[in-house]
């Protein structure tokens, strides 16, 4: 049963934006720290901005100032919003718990031409 369902992605220039959404289930999200991951081809996968259920939020030195993760508990999902991007943000992006994950999702595909 997929659980996880990363959408948004695509192919963007230098410099442009994209949103990603996160669509999950009450009982992953709840109030579970949930976090966007990223793996690039021959890399490992990598926290790249988490979240807590109350908000607070932490990034990654490489995209602090041009990334923003929120979320709607309403919903059961999370976003990353991302600006400023660059060819080396060129990855499969991902979303799960930080702690206690569960099976990933297919992920999404973003593609940063220079």
């Known amino acids: 049963q997929v659980q996880l369902v990363e959408s948004g992605g695509g192919l963007v220039q230098a410099g442009g934006s994209l949103r990603l959404s996160c669509a999950t289930s009450?009982?992953?999200?709840?109030?579970?720290?949930m976090g966007w991951y990223r793996q690039a081809p021959g890399k490992q996968r990598e926290l790249v901005a988490d979240i807590t259920g109350s908000g607070s939020t932490n990034y990654i030195d490489s995209v602090k100032g041009r990334f923003t993760i929120s979320r709607d508990n309403t919903k059961n999902t999370v976003y990353l919003q991302m600006n400023s991007l660059k060819p080396e943000d060129t990855a499969v992006y991902y979303c799960?718990?930080?702690?206690?994950?569960?099976?990933w999702g297919e992920g999404t595909q973003v593609t940063v031409s220079s």
């Open positions: 799960n718990r930080v702690i206690a994950k569960v099976p």
């Open positions: 009450q009982m992953i999200m709840s109030i579970h720290r």
